[in-house]
């Protein structure tokens, strides 16, 4: 017998069907896959006990419950609280990636001092103290006034103690980052003499009007919003929404009327036209319980807003806007909302209240399914600081941004007036200015000039947990802990009809040598000394929240939150007792007036409005897990999609996908074109919270900042009122 | 190119295969049985002897005798956590409840309180049922709103008077358990097996919803969130 070759394959044959009949090829296959799954960099949460700790969210003013799940002391998931009456168990995007802000590597580990245009790290000892001392020399030039402070909001124990902090020093110029809930609470206090903040009783609508809100895409608390708006759909309600782009809300809504925009106040005074002409309105409501429609009458019922005059502006049939106002007024439940997107820029006043006065009309204020007037909380109760003379004198100066003079007397702060404000002058009217919060650098409209003004200040510090565009810009940068690894207090959550307290405690111990922002002003007034001193008698943030919440604090760190369940509309408190379309205060406004896109029409033809989506956040900087999620009709590999129409496109020449460049009076970008007929002729939609600066890989050089192209637009109130701006678009 | 040469005795070959048809036939044959049983020697014996390593437990646990001793069988040690979530192996602190000292003589317990409980050193108890980490499994969902016995998935573990040995998958890293012993996969009681297959075929006779909207097929989700 001899073995040659054909042996030799026999043998091969018999090896491989004896292998196939043996499990060793089934077996190996099921272990290589599970071996892939365990490859070393394979992200896996750690081995150990699963533990839970409730805490509230403030990526956004949505103030949501969250229950975060970790593994020993990592954070591995962030949930929604079910039993939490903002969201109940529902979580948006940013919320659930929230971890990847805690763990972000482009966190800033230590405080920061920037010696010659470069920053190098530096103890929180000499940071404190050279700051301190900075303030120290100001202070004794006579100047305190020439500190300024923006935070991102005016409630809690953080911000009250950033404005005791800057009245016993002696400047009244503590600044709020503005949102649309600066418009409502004016209009509320106008019109009910109540301040308050503007809650939308959704659960219970059966009518819902939009003005351009983008109800899926960030407005209010998100997740309760959404909540609402499915239920409104499962009750057989309506729901329509007025935008010039096909948006998400657009696209859910049961009608959508693709609008001028810019005209949204003109159509809610069509509407309140149509109402008054046709005594459409709630009468028993208007009778008893609001006062001044002489006054609303006046105004509304000008040729200006008739249905053809309106529908000429807006771009609507005129038939559609008197079907709409029937349909609205006669509705068992119907609220009008408005601010725009996801309500991150104020609009104008007058506006709002248009949209307030069409709510009162139909008597949807302050009762249930109606625009509620939640109160500010008072838990705060601290005694009055002693003021030295300086203090004194300083407070008496006018604010920096003009908020409260007598140009502007209804407004209590104007974030998009600093950079004017900063800009004049010899030497800027702010010396020293600390941001704990909205990166004004990035989200303030006409980028170039605001960041000009802000490099004339000669001392910026930032107290951020990142290195954004204004801690980058800062002479200090001071970091702050992420919401995960601290105590705060969040009294409100956007939009949301009840008064609530929320707890933020810390998850896990501070990853980094960072400190909460109150801690940083105890610190600072403590190496101030004299009257300083005395006004902080708290060693820490943390002690002065569980003090000032006093018997509050046990039921608030058991259960996370305190609602009042038992709450009801207060009775408005208006010298006529009553709701009013009209009174002193209200007289200037009274003729409404509609704010044109700025730039020259001739020359720019198009008109560039910018947009809210849920996956990008403006302010704080956007998770790596939406990056990854955002759509190709708004990021293209690097470069940014801005939609036009089909019809727009083809005047131009243009196709889609094509690279061109936006040009704006304000400045340029590159973009490419995304073709839709969902949104108006003549318009370029762009997305808002790309063009990021450099301090995160996964965000920066992707796209173009919509607010580098806008220009800043302010109404009679001063607040901010743009909502776009001429362009024109060419070949790249 | 070797193409003349070939040709030639080509012919001749012809007849010699039909001389030796049988004998070279044969070889074929046998030669293809012997490939045959090697490889299934491979892969029955050889394979499943070196997929797997054995290791012994850190501390030869009596899960019979305990059993006597404790008044509420194997949720005495293996209990619900207040929030719901299980406790899994017992850690030291429980152990140390009733073995701060050696209650006997038997060596096994002398040395797990002389090298554990005095220093204070976590057993390192090796987990015959851990899964991977795609998989959530929730014992309160199995146990309590189930109402399965414990043996349904684990065995008889708690009549056992010495631990068995752990094998590892070389490969994976898990316990054989979870294949199970059986390397062909075949699998006489519920607790043979603990792969995906055999989690869906419960799942399916006890009809756990949760099947997915989009496919209508059962519902990954359950188990992979
Ligand atoms: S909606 Fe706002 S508060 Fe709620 S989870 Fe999302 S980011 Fe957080």
């Known amino acids: 017998m001899k073995i040659d070759r054909r042996s030799f394959l026999a043998f091969v044959f018999g090896g491989a069907a004896g292998t196939a009949l043996s499990p060793l090829p089934w077996k190996l296959t099921d272990d290589i896959s599970i071996w892939t799954q365990n490859w070393p960099w394979t992200p896996v949460p750690p081995k150990g006990e699963t533990t839970y700790v409730a805490s509230t969210c403030t990526l956004c003013p949505g103030g949501c419950g969250i229950r975060v799940r970790r593994v020993e002391d990592r954070v591995v998931k962030i949930e929604g609280r079910s039993d939490h009456p903002v969201n109940r168990g529902g979580i948006c995007p940013l919320g659930a990636a929230g971890v990847q802000l805690l763990y972000s590597p482009w966190r800033v580990r230590q405080p920061l001092k920037k010696v010659d245009g470069r920053f190098v790290p530096v103890s929180w000892d000499q940071a404190i103290g050279?700051?301190?001392?900075?303030?120290?020399?100001?202070?004794?030039?006579?100047?305190?006034?020439?500190?300024?402070?923006?935070?991102?909001?005016?409630?809690?124990?953080?911000?009250?103690?950033?404005?005791?902090?800057?009245?016993?020093?002696?400047?009244?110029?503590?600044?709020?980052?503005?949102?649309?809930?600066?418009?409502?609470?004016?209009?509320?206090?106008?019109?009910?003499?109540?301040?308050?903040?503007?809650?939308?009783?959704?659960?219970?609508?059966?009518?819902?009007?939009?003005?351009?809100?983008?109800?899926?895409?960030?407005w209010g608390a998100p997740p309760f919003v959404f909540r609402a708006c499915g239920a409104l759909q499962d009750r057989n309600g309506r729901f329509v929404q007025l935008e010039p782009r096909l948006s998400k809300t657009a696209a859910k809504a049961h009608q959508w009327l693709p609008l001028q925009p810019g005209t949204e106040g003109t159509l809610a005074f069509g509407l309140i036209h149509v109402i008054l002409k046709e005594g459409l309105e709630r009468k028993p409501f208007v009778a008893t319980r609001t006062a001044g429609l002489e006054d609303l009458k006046r105004n509304a019922l000008r040729e200006a807003f008739a249905p053809e005059a309106v529908a000429q502006a807006t771009g609507l049939e005129a038939k559609t806007v008197v079907e709409l106002a029937r349909a609205f007024a006669a509705a068992e439940r119907p609220l009008a909302v408005c601010g725009r997107g996801a309500g991150r820029v104020p609009g104008g006043l007058q506006e709002t209240l248009a949209v307030h006065f069409l709510n009162a009309l139909v008597g949807s204020v302050n009762v249930e399914g109606g625009v509620i007037a939640v109160p500010e909380p008072e838990y705060i109760r601290w005694p009055e600081p002693e003021m030295d003379a300086v203090a004194s004198q300083g407070m008496q100066t006018p604010r920096v941004d003009g908020a409260g003079s007598e140009r502007y007397p209804l407004a209590r702060y104007l974030l998009n007036r600093l950079p004017e404000a900063l800009l004049q002058g010899e030497k800027p009217a702010v010396r020293i200015l600390f941001v704990s919060g909205g990166n004004p650098?990035?989200?303030?409209?006409?980028?170039?000039?605001?960041?000009?003004?802000?490099?004339?200040?000669?001392?910026?510090?930032?107290?951020?947990?990142?290195?954004?565009?204004?801690?980058?810009?800062?002479?200090?940068?001071?970091?702050?802990?992420?919401?995960?690894?601290?105590?705060?207090?969040?009294?409100?959550?956007?939009?949301?009809?009840?008064?609530?307290?929320?707890?933020?405690?810390?998850?896990?111990?501070?990853?980094?040598?960072?400190?909460?922002?109150g801690d940083v002003v105890i610190r600072l007034a403590q190496r101030l000394g004299g009257t300083l001193r005395a006004a902080f008698p708290w060693e820490s943030h943390e002690v002065c929240l569980r003090q000032t919440l006093a018997a509050a604090w046990e039921p608030l760190r058991k259960n996370g939150f305190v609602l009042d369940e038992s709450f009801r509309p207060q009775p408005f408190e208006t010298a006529s007792r009553k709701f009013e379309f009209g009174n002193a205060e209200l007289k200037p406004l009274a003729e409404f007036r509609p704010h044109p896109a700025p730039g020259d029409p001739g020359v720019f033809k198009l008109t560039l409005v910018p947009y809210d989506s849920l996956r990008l956040t403006a302010a704080l900087g956007t998770p790596p897990f939406l990056v990854k999620a955002l759509e190709s009709e708004i990021l293209w590999k690097n470069d940014i999609r801005v939609e036009i129409h089909p019809q727009t496109a083809r005047d131009l020449g243009l196709a889609d996908g094509a690279d061109a460049r936006l040009i704006t009076p304000r400045g340029e970008a590159r973009v490419k074109l995304y073709l839709t007929e969902g949104i108006r002729p003549g318009l370029v939609g762009m997305a808002r919270g790309l063009g990021r600066g450099a301090h995160d890989r996964y965000l920066a050089g992707k796209g173009a900042s919509a607010n580098r192209l806008l220009a800043a637009v302010e109404d009679s109130s001063g607040f901010e009122a743009g909502w776009g701006i001429r362009a024109r678009l060419e070949r790249a | 190119?070797?193409?003349?040469?070939?040709?030639?005795?080509?012919?001749?070959?012809?007849?010699?295969?039909?001389?030796?048809?049988?004998?070279?036939?044969?070889?074929?044959?046998?030669?293809?049985?012997?490939?045959?049983?090697?490889?299934?020697?491979?892969?029955?014996?050889?394979?499943?002897?070196?997929?797997?390593?054995?290791?012994?437990?850190?501390?030869?646990?009596?899960?019979?005798?305990?059993?006597?001793?404790?008044?509420?069988?194997?949720?005495?040690?293996?209990?619900?956590?207040?929030?719901?979530?299980?406790?899994?192996?017992?850690?030291?602190?429980?152990?140390?409840?009733?073995?701060?000292?050696?209650?006997?003589?038997?060596?096994?317990?002398?040395?797990?309180?002389?090298?554990?409980?005095?220093?204070?050193?976590?057993?390192?108890?090796?987990?015959?049922?851990?899964?991977?980490?795609?998989?959530?499994?929730?014992?309160?969902?199995?146990?309590?709103?189930?109402?399965?016995?414990c043996a349904v998935c684990h065995g008889p573990i708690g009549e056992s008077t010495s631990l068995k040995p752990y094998q590892v998958n070389r490969i994976t890293g898990y316990s054989r358990d979870i294949w199970g012993w059986n390397i062909a996969g075949i699998k006489r009681n519920t607790w043979d097996r603990m792969k995906m297959d055999d989690c869906a075929e419960c799942h399916a006779q006890a009809r756990v919803p949760g099947g997915s909207v989009q496919t209508q097929k059962d519902g990954c989700f359950v188990c992979h969130k």
């Open chain 1, 130 to 218: 050279e700051i301190a001392g900075e303030l120290r020399e100001l202070r004794e030039a006579g100047a305190p006034e020439a500190v300024a402070w923006i935070a991102e909001t005016d409630r809690g124990t953080t911000a009250e103690l950033i404005r005791r902090f800057l009245t016993v020093y002696g400047s009244p110029n503590f600044i709020r980052t503005p949102s649309a809930q600066d418009a409502w609470e004016t209009a509320l206090y106008l019109t009910q003499g109540q301040r308050a903040t503007a809650g939308f009783d959704l659960e219970r609508v059966s009518f819902l009007l939009s003005l351009g809100s983008g109800l899926l895409e960030g």
């Open chain 1, 441 to 517: 650098l990035y989200s303030l409209p006409d980028s170039e000039r605001t960041a000009k003004a802000f490099s004339r200040i000669p001392l910026l510090v930032s107290l951020s947990p990142f290195l954004d565009e204004t801690a980058a810009a800062a002479h200090y940068v001071l970091p702050a802990p992420t919401y995960l690894e601290r105590w705060e207090d969040v009294p409100g959550a956007a939009g949301f009809p009840k008064p609530l307290i929320g707890l933020v405690r810390p998850v896990v111990a501070p990853r980094l040598a960072t400190m909460p922002t």
């Open chain 2, 1 to 149: 190119m070797e193409e003349p040469k070939s040709s030639a005795p080509s012919s001749r070959s012809e007849s010699e295969t039909d001389e030796k048809g049988d004998g070279a036939g044969a070889a074929i044959i046998l030669f293809f049985i012997l490939g045959l049983a090697a490889s299934l020697l491979v892969g029955w014996i050889a394979f499943p002897a070196l997929l797997y390593s054995e290791k012994r437990q850190p501390v030869d646990f009596n899960h019979a005798l305990h059993n006597e001793i404790v008044d509420h069988g194997c949720a005495s040690c293996h209990f619900f956590r207040e929030d719901g979530s299980f406790s899994g192996a017992p850690k030291l602190a429980q152990c140390i409840e009733c073995h701060r000292e050696a209650n006997s003589d038997d060596p096994e317990e002398i040395r797990f309180v002389e090298e554990y409980v005095k220093p204070g050193r976590e057993v390192p108890w090796l987990v015959y049922a851990r899964q991977p980490d795609c998989v959530f499994f929730s014992h309160a969902a199995h146990v309590r709103m189930g109402g399965i016995d």
